[in-house]
């Protein structure tokens, strides 16, 4: 990377503009993924969202139930940052995700119609998607989650509102950095 920015510093007869421009579309090209830890999930979450927190005992027990307990590492080296060691226990983050949308959570609120303010529940899902994945789900992928839901029981726009926050956050495109 270093030799390819002194190239394009240069050809472009020393442009600061133009060597930034090459060091960050050169990192940017393969910049990894990796499965977030559980703190990273969590706190993220939290954050993202808005919610307010004491992170007290049930946020620390929904870590250790993922298997990163807050100060709890067994070793001085820290939790791993390899992705499958954290991919293979899902459900936590699924009921934490849940629990997180549904206010179940002693010491932490989220303020869900805080997210969302429109007047239709494809608006609301776009917000949320954009919110948590960075951008909005392809319109006919929105529309078959929403009449998922519907089909699931979630007929009032709290209960489609929740469940839309929990099934985002549970998703890939959440979990996955």
Known sequence: MVESAAQTFLSTRGSIRATLGH???????????KFKRPVDFIVGGIRTLGADTDGGEP?????A???????????????PADSSYWTS??????????????????GTQLEVGALVDSD?????????S??????????????ELIAALSD?????????TELTIAGLLASPGYQWM
């Open 23 to 33: 060091l960050l579309e050169a990192g940017l090209q393969d910049p990894g993924t």
């Open 59 to 63: 946020l620390q027990t929904f870590l």
């Open 65 to 79: 139930r993922m298997g990163q307990p807050a100060f709890g590492w067994p070793t001085p080296d820290g939790p």
């Open 89 to 106: 226990n899902l459900m936590p983050r699924w009921r934490f995700a849940l629990a997180l949308s549904q206010n179940q959570i002693d």
């Open 120 to 128: 239709s529940v494809e608006s609301d899902f776009d917000r949320l």
């Open 130 to 143: 954009e919110l948590l994945l960075g951008a909005r789900l392809e319109t006919q992928v929105r529309d």
């Open 152 to 160: 699931g029981g979630a007929t009032d726009r709290r209960t489609m």
